[in-house]
């Protein structure tokens, strides 16, 4: 593809924010992994062991042509630096000419792909690659409309892991190509010690309290996680401002306020300036692009939200085959 990785656009490189993160989806192996084996599940839906067989009977073995992926409606634009390896794992005999980067925003009507090769092969992979890039622009393009609605805040949004099966890289990708932050991308990423964590813990009965649990996780991340060289961020959630209090002194990196209410988070953020500055204070719950930017003005410093990714809808883009090409 013709695209530079000196592109500001690029989503090659983790969002830097000066502050402790979980890891950035990045187009890196992983990503690329996760692209090749969705696309090898979508080629096995659509030709199982068989062949196009409208195209094998109507189109010559050998004809050649030009297409454009071309968006119906504006965007923004993610998965275009995926393409070469959705071709490749198609094994199919095409080029593409991207005129665009991850992260920026197209208008309808201007091509945003230009593939050309054999036509046999351009129509039996128009569904699966169209699928896949249409899913991650339409998240992307949410992912926007939710960072433009706190912009000129000192929150910043972040993902969640209600991602669908099999696509959380992707995902999680789009929604960094939309100009927000990854959360932990699985549950080996770090500490998140949650209300079910601390009901099943302990023995005989007695659940460790917050302050404990906190305590415990912060030991593990020192001694046994730290040796193993992997991510030492502990976040721990709270339900109320008296567990707040508790766990403050504890000093994790993360406290995650689960369904506060905006007069709630309001008093969370002035106890955390007074007590443990250094520990950031994230929302979750009843986070909506209507809700967003009234929690956003309560202080905290992080928003997360599983909207980006489980209420995205993918965006409509069309095939269109250019008169004299």
Known sequence: MNQSSES?????????????????VIADEHLEHATRSLTRHAIQEDLRESVDWTTVCLIDADQQGVCHVVPREQGISAGIELVDWILDELDADLTADCTIQDGERFQPGTPIIKLAGNVRDLLT?????????SRLCGI?????????????????????????????????YAVRCGGAHNHRTGLFDGFLIKDNHLALSGLANQPLSVAEATKKAIQWRDTIVNSMQTPNMVEVEVDTLDQLKEVLPQ?????????????????AVQLRDQLATEVELEASGNVRIDTIRSIANTGVDRISSGALTHQATSLDLGLDWPDGE
């Open 125 to 133: 992979i128009e569904r699966t690659l169209l699928n896949l890039i």
């Open 140 to 172: 992307a393009t949410l992912t926007q409309r939710y960072v433009e609605e706190i912009s000129g805040t000192n929150t910043r949004l972040y993902d969640t892991r209600k991602t669908t099966p099999g696509w959380r890289l992707l995902e999680k």
């Open 8 to 24: 500001s656009n690029s989503k090659d490189q983790p969002l830097s924010t000066g502050k402790t993160e979980y890891r950035s």
């Open 251 to 267: 000093l994790p990196n993360i406290i995650l306020l689960d369904n506060f209410s905006l007069e709630k988070m309001t008093r």
